[in-house]
């Protein structure tokens, strides 16, 4: 009867409580790292699809229109001079933060915002004659039904050279020509998850805030820890049975957390997972430029990669202290009988 009881508990709640543990941390070891996420989305790769002719494109026809003409070459190669790597990484690393500030509840509400401050001061730096004339050269001609931005022609008459343009119109109009570029951009719109989900119990209210979640993390480790070795403790007569119940409970579900491991690095995996990725509709988040599909699909496999490693460390060490039990309990002499 007591083994019995010790199956069922095993069974419905020890084992699902070590596998749910087991897969959280394999989750979190690398969901919760800032500095994951700063490396990942500002490498060279990341920053190449971002700033490609393509993707400044879409950003330029959301934010200004569709300007017809625009040399889109030119201007690409207008934006890649101005943002830099040490500049792009300060972005990468100010939105990451806003993220994160947001999840640890201190900031009411997530809005995440590009700083372009320091590319309107370029164009009033050493370099300014340069980046002006590559404006030049990117501006369409203008025509009879040309765009325009806050009364401001986003065009180059067709009658006079691109240097008279510069110095007769670009430089004169300069300051307002700056001030009608905002210091500070959104790519989205301002999320606020917390006042979305009032409705939800106050109980569950409280681990929205990340450090609450890991909190909560905690707990369920502690409650797995506690009821796995109650469970060897009433299902074993004596020591050497309780080592083995501590063991099998445990390595049951740590390798089907190494198995899972094991599968998420296959191409199997892999194909289902970009499928999965290209069948996404990501129109609502089309201003956010590193959360488009192109971009997904780039840095997937390195979040893929480090979820498999949690996976297969977390399964593999689990996997190898339940067999320790398993030996450990193999190796002890049964208590001897009392005459």
Request: net charge negative.
């Amino acid at each position: 009867m007591r083994k019995l009881f010790g199956v069922i508990l095993s069974v419905a709640l020890v084992m699902p409580l070590i596998l749910a543990a087991l897969l959280t941390y394999s989750i979190t070891n690398w969901a919760f790292d800032r500095e994951l996420y700063i490396e990942v989305l500002s490498s060279d790769d990341v920053q190449s699809q971002l700033l490609s002719d393509d993707s400044l494109q879409k950003f330029t026809a959301n934010n200004m229109g569709d300007i017809e003409g625009l040399d889109t070459a030119a201007f690409g190669a207008l934006i890649r001079s101005l943002i830099t790597p040490a500049y792009f990484k300060d972005q990468i690393t100010s939105i990451v933060n806003q993220v994160f500030d947001y999840l640890e509840g201190n900031a009411d509400v997530l809005q995440l915002e590009f700083d372009l401050t320091r590319l309107k001061d370029e164009f009033s730096g050493p370099e300014q004659d340069q980046l002006l004339r590559d404006l030049a050269e990117a501006l369409p001609v203008c025509q009879e039904d040309q765009i325009t931005n806050n009364n401001l022609t986003l065009c180059k008459p067709e009658s006079i050279a691109e240097d008279v343009f510069v110095e007769q119109y670009l430089k004169p109009n300069l300051p307002v020509l700056l001030m009608a570029i905002p210091n500070k951009v959104s790519i989205a719109e301002p999320i606020d998850l917390r006042g979305e989900m009032q409705t939800m119990p106050a109980f569950f209210q409280q681990f929205m805030d990340l450090v609450n979640y890991k909190t909560a993390i905690l707990l369920l480790s502690g409650l797995a820890l506690i009821f796995w070795f109650l469970t060897a403790l009433i299902a074993g007569k004596d020591g050497r049975e309780r080592l083995k119940w501590l063991g099998w409970t445990l390595i049951l579900p740590s390798l089907f957390v190494l198995l899972l491991g094991v599968i998420s690095g296959t191409d199997l995996a892999r194909n289902l997972i970009q499928l999965g990725l290209r069948s996404t509709n990501f129109q609502n988040l089309e201003n956010i430029p590193f959360l488009t599909q192109d971009t997904i699909m780039l840095i997937e496999s390195t979040f893929v990669s480090k979820f498999k490693l949690s996976l297969i460390t977390a399964g593999g060490i689990a996997s190898a202290i339940g067999l320790g039990f398993i030996a450990w309990g193999a190796a002890t002499h049964p208590a001897r009988k009392e005459v």
